[in-house]
């Protein structure tokens, strides 16, 4: 079974100042790894996705993420956070099965930027 | 995601009354998707559909049905709405081309409160 846990449900930052939104998963095979973003009173956006490829995965809006194995981790980082990165955050893993790949999200984080 | 709409966007309703959410894309994906999300908890899947004659439960269909009228449509209704649905309802698509690389598509939602 998968499963994906975010260590922190609310993260405050300073314009300017480095972002990270942790994130653990587990899976009994290789997974597949996605960040959503959630803007208030929207959707959510496709950040990036790791797919077996190059570990180090970069996003829109000049976030990434990277893929470790051995910490079981895929935190999502930013050098300097700008005002318009306030929004909730979701890590998310896929699960491929016979039926199809189906989504497990994590409780979400929200980041908070103060001026 | 404009190509992927839903109405209502915000419904308030009564215990024991029945509602219905529509979901619209011009995507042209096969496969749909409803969601909903509560605090703390990111999205859970409630149904999914492959096809037009292919429907699925999710992790939480209890007292929901789905109805997948065309390619491009499918609604998610509550036959005798209580307080605990009372959440954020989002639709989905997806075009699963490559295993593991299903990325889904998000409409912006509808704000479901029963009282």
């Known amino acids: 079974a998968q499963s994906v846990t975010q260590l922190d449900s609310h993260v405050s930052v300073s314009e300017g100042t480095p972002v990270l939104l942790r994130c653990n998963y587990s899976s009994s095979y290789s997974p597949s790894l996605f960040w959503y973003v959630q803007h208030p009173n929207k959707g959510l956006q496709l950040l990036l996705k790791?797919?077996?490829?190059?570990?180090l995965v970069k996003g829109i809006n000049g976030f990434e993420a990277e893929f470790k194995k051995s910490e079981t981790s895929f935190h999502l980082t930013k050098p300097s956070a700008h005002m318009s990165d306030a929004a909730e955050y979701f890590c998310?893993?896929?699960?491929?099965?016979?039926?199809?790949?189906?989504?497990?999200f994590g409780g979400g984080t929200r980041l908070m930027v103060k001026p | 995601d404009a190509d992927v709409t839903q109405t209502p966007r915000n419904r308030i309703t009564k215990t024991g009354k029945r509602i219905m959410l529509e979901c619209s894309q011009t995507k042209g994906h096969d496969r749909m998707y409803w969601y909903r999300q509560d605090p703390g908890l990111g999205l859970r899947l409630i149904y999914y559909s492959f096809d037009v004659k292919d429907i699925n439960k999710g992790e939480i269909s209890d007292g929901y049905s789905v109805s997948r009228q065309a390619q491009a449509k499918f609604s998610l209704s509550l036959e005798s709405a209580i307080p605990n649905q009372t959440a954020l309802y989002f639709c989905a698509t997806s075009d699963p081309r490559g295993w593991s690389t299903d990325t889904q598509y998000f409409g912006p939602g509808t704000r479901l409160t029963v009282l």
């Open positions: 790791y797919t077996s490829a190059a570990t």
């Open positions: 998310v893993v896929i699960r491929g099965n016979n039926a199809g790949n189906m989504l497990t």
